[in-house]
């Protein structure tokens, strides 16, 4: 993958984790280049196959491409950044990632959204007006 092309993926997700919306400022760490279909199921470097993702977020992902809602127990395709809308499966609450639909459920539960430590700085994230 080029420069021109981890760039252009970085401004469109505006330095924001696809997933989380954590800021990258704000996590302290380098975000990755996710590939939203994994390299090892066929997905490609185009930029329709890529999102900014915190590394908590990518590696709790890894090679996945569905999730068991844990409302239904049903295997469910994770939430797809290039093709979903945020705000149609996620809802974010005190300092917490609901997830709305299917997708959003199985896409919190796989990439574990709520450990205590990322609510505590969401929540402190939020109070400083930096989220949402
Ligand atoms: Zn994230």
Redesign the pocket.
């Known amino acids: 993958m080029d420069a021109a092309t981890r760039q252009l993926v970085r401004q469109r997700a505006g330095f924001r984790?696809e997933?989380?919306?954590?800021p990258e400022a704000f996590s302290g760490l380098r975000y990755h280049v996710d590939h939203i279909l994994p390299r090892q199921h066929g997905g490609g470097d185009a930029p329709a196959n890529l999102a900014l993702?915190?590394p908590?977020?990518n590696l709790c992902k890894g090679p996945n491409l569905a999730a068991n809602d844990p409302d239904t127990g049903k295997t469910v395709p994770l939430f797809n950044p290039r093709d979903h809308s945020w705000d149609d499966h996620f809802e974010f609450r005190d300092g917490r990632i609901l997830g709305k639909s299917p997708s959003g459920r199985a896409t919190v539960w796989l990439?574990q959204?709520n450990t205590d430590e990322l609510v505590q700085l969401r929540q402190r994230l939020f109070a400083l007006g930096v989220l949402w």
């Open positions: 984790c997933y989380c919306r954590l993702a915190c908590h977020c990439l959204m």
